[in-house]
Every structure is written in C-alpha cells, then in structure tokens.
C-alpha cells in the first residue's frame, strides 16, 4: 500500500469529531486520520459497531475506514507528533462561572488542547477551528501556539462545521457549502488550500468557500443565530394563532412560499433543543455586550427569550387545559431528544418541561426510542415522581395526559385508539411538535392541544 500523504488527527471524537473525520477518511484514502479524545469509553466505543452516538448511516462510513486509514486512540500526544493538520473539536460550552457566566464560551477545553499541541509538537502544522468558536479565538490561539521555542509555526484555520444531528452523514456527503477562513498571508493562504484539497476529493469546488478568518469564525455564530431566529418568530406568531383561529402551520406554508422567505425552520413547537442554538446566540450576545453594542444584544437575546417563554407557555396550557391542576396525575412524556434520529438530550425542551410538570408535582413518564440513557441522566438528583418506559404504550397506561417532546416518526403511526382507551378519562394529548394527525386523535375521543392552532376540546361548556 502506498503510504499516506498527509497524517490528519482531530482531538474531540464527539458529534462532530467522530462523524466529519469518518467521512473525510471514507473520502480521502491518502489520508491517515486519527481521532483522539481524552474520553476512553468514547474512544473504545468507536472502535465497535456500538457508535457512541446514534446518527442514522454513520456505521457504513465508519466502516468503509476504519482500520484501513481511520484509527481510533486515547493517545493524544503520540496523535499531534505525527499529524500535519490537527482538526480541534473539543466542546465549548456556555461558561458557568467568573466573568461572563452563563454567556460567554467556556475556552478552557480549547486553551488546554492549544498547549498540548505545543508541547507534543516537533514540527510545523496546521490547526484547525473546528470547534464553534467567538470571533477572534484565532489570535489568542495563533498567540499560545506560535509562543513556542522550538521555531515551530502553528497556521490557524477555521473551518466551521454545519451539519445537523440526525442528519449528520448526508449534510457531511452532500453540504450546502464548506467553509475555510485562513489569515491572508502567504502561509495562511497555502494552509487555506490544503484545507481545500481535502474537501475537494468529494465536494464541488463551487461549494468550498474561502474567506478570512474572522468572517468563518462569525458566519457560524451568525448561521446558528438566524436559524434560531426563524423558529423563534414563527414560535412567536403561534401564540397569536391560538387566540384568533389562525392556523400556524398554514401561515407558515403562506410565507415560506415566498422564496425571499424559504420555507425551512418554519416548524412551531415547543422550541428549540440541541447543544448549540442556546450557547451560540448567548455567546453572540456576550460578544456585543463587549464591544458596547447593546440594541444587538437585546435583540439576539430576545430569540433565546421567547424559546424559554414557549417551554413556559406549553406547560401553562397543559395546566389550564387540565383543570388548573396536574398534581398526582400521570404524564406520559412521548421523546425526550431535541429532535428525531439522535440520541441526544442537550438543551432538549423535554428537560424543562419535566422539571416544570415535576415541580406541580405530576407524576411523570418518559418515553423515547434512543434517548431514554441520557434523559436518565439530565433528571438524576430530581426529586419528585419520575418513571422511564421503553414503550410507549405502556408509558400511557393510566396516564391522564400525553405530552409529545419529540417527533420521532414513530409517534405518528402508534395506535392511539387503543392508547386512549388505556388512559385515564378525559384524555389529554398535548402535541408539543404539531405533527400528530390533530382531527383523527379527536375523533378517537382526545381533546387535543396543538401549538399555534386552536384546541379541539370534548368538554366545551362543562
Ligand atoms: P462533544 O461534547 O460531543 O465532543 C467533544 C469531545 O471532546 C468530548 O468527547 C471530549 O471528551 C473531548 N475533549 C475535550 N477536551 C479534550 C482534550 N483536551 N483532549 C481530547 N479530547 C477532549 O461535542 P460536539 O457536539 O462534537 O461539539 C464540538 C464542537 O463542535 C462544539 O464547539 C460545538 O459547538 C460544535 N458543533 C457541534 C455540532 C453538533 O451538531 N453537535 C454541530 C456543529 C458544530
Ligand atoms: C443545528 C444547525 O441546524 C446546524 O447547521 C449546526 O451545525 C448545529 O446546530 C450546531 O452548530 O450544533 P442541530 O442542533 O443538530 O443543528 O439540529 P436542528 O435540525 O437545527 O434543530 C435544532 C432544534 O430546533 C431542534 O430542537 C428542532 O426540533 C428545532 N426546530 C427545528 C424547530 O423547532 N422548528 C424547525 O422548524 C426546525
């Protein structure tokens, strides 16, 4: 076998480590790429068919590499000795402590990864944002990394990643666009096209877009904001709808027609879930309030404002549809991940929605096809009331309400004539993604209660 003519490693086998290095060792075969992580199990579960997170595909890719020029390591410094081009891809969460708490990103992972770098490293390489980062990262990197006394030059890059969970392997495959931020110096500009010729192996050249480095760092930061804010608004005219008998789904289909407008992320519900919306915009806003610009600030604060006021909302429904009180009455919790097709429970609405109905002392019931491991640990510590049930059937089974978090395909085809009839009576089915066939579930003897669409009830006038 020809040896290979570039040694890439990623340090962070996460979401978006595991699956974006999976697809460019699928892509690129003269590459070796190896994936570290200071996490074992993670690393050791790679190395199975049993992923460490659930992404519909991603086994196939995994295994058209693995072994062959996809490796899998605890052995972060060994990884950096050898790489050319490092891809970091640890977590950046929203900081928790000291000077911009709850807001600003917590750089530490980041800084830590920097100075690793430096220490294992004895020759010139390219390093990679991968990670989503503030604007401006790239300088106090470009500063750890290049404050070395090996005569070492670090070029940084950032390289931003778009994909979605659930659909991670095909926005990998077939992206929008990819893009590559690099200074505009010499050396940047031949790191910039380094980065190029990966992506160019599978990706038309008309789809990787080059730009200066800042521009990449912001442009992520601003994707994830407007995307936010698109469910944020369409979020904000449900509640209008509920009140005037206007139908949200069909005002969204109305303006999405517009092509100025599009018709994607136009779905209301009970908000948006996922490790990045939340600390994105927070971390959008704390970089406003640095620079003093605070109408900027109000305003990209006010999408993570009314995502929470919508959690709210949705469980004060819930309360007034069932007689001001849902103490001592059993809910069922149909999905607990952000979304469908991921095992994930990060930020997912679910959370605060079953520590608010906990708090009225409800008595609740989760069920979900993936994420049932991860909802067990966001809830530890809870007290109160708290049942987790494989099987949706039975997690209804004396319930009085059933409250849908996520829309996982298989909600749609349940029997619900025969969840109903398992159910305490009056029956509640609160539909907190609006996908549910709203008129069949009423006809079956529900009272059901979208978002952004006027109840259908049994007990008018009791
Ligand atoms: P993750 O928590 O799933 O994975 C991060 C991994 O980094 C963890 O396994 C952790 O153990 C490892 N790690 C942390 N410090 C390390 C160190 N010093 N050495 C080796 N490994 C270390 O996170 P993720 O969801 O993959 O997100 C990573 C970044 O990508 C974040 O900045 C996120 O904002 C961004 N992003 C995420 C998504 C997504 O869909 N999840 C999409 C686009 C961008
Ligand atoms: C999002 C972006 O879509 C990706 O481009 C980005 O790379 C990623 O964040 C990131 O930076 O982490 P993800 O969070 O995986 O991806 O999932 P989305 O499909 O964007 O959904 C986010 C949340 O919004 C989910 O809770 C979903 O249910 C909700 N949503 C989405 C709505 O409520 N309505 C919609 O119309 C669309």
Known sequence: MAPFTKHILCIGAGYVGGPTMAMIAAKCPDYEVTVVDINEARIAQWQTDELPIYEPGLLDVVKVARGRNLFFSTDVAAGIAKADIIFVSVNTPTKTFGEGAGKAADLQYWEKTARQIVQASQHNKIVVEKSTLPVRTARA??????????????????????????????????????????????????????????????????????????SAELSKLVANAFLAQRISSINSISVLCERTGADVNEVAHAIGMD????????????????????????????????????????????VVNINDYQQQRFVRTMLHAMFN???????????????????????SPAISI?????????????????????????????????????????????????????????????????????????????????????KQLFDIGFNVYPVGKPYLSHLHGQ
């Open 141 to 214: 990197m470009e500063r750890i990394l290049n404050a070395n006394d090996k005569g070492i030059h670090f070029e940084v890059i950032s390289n931003p990643e778009f994909l979605a969970e659930g659909t991670a392997v095909q926005d990998l495959l077939q992206p929008d666009r990819v893009l590559v931020g690099s200074q505009e110096t010499p050396e940047g500009l031949i790191a910039r096209q380094s980065m190029v010729d990966i992506y160019a192996h599978w990706i038309p050249r008309r789809r990787i877009l080059t730009s200066n480095i800042w």
């Open 354 to 438: 079953a520590r608010k109905l906990l708090d009225e002392r409800a008595r609740v019931v989760i069920t979900d096809p993936k994420a049932l491991g991860n909802a067990k640990h966001d809830l530890q510590g809870l007290t109160g009331d708290l049942e987790f049930e494989p099987d949706a059937l039975r997690a209804a089974k004396g319930a009085h309400a059933v409250a849908v978090m996520t829309d996982w395909d298989v909600y749609r085809h349940l029997d619900y004539a025969a969840i109903h009839a398992a159910m305490v009576h009056p029956a509640f089915i609160f539909d907190g993604r609006n996908f549910l066939d709203h």
């Open 259 to 302: 092509s100025r407008i599009g018709a994607k992320f136009l779905k209301a519900g009970v908000g948006f879930g996922g490790s990045c919306f939340r600390k994105d915009i927070l971390n959008l806003v704390y970089l406003c309030e640095h620079y003093g610009f605070d109408e900027v600030a109000r305003y990209w604060e006010s």
């Open 325 to 347: 009180t849902v103490a001592g009455k059993r809910i069922a919790l149909f999905g607990f991940a952000f979304k469908a097709d991921t095992g994930d429970t990060r930020e």
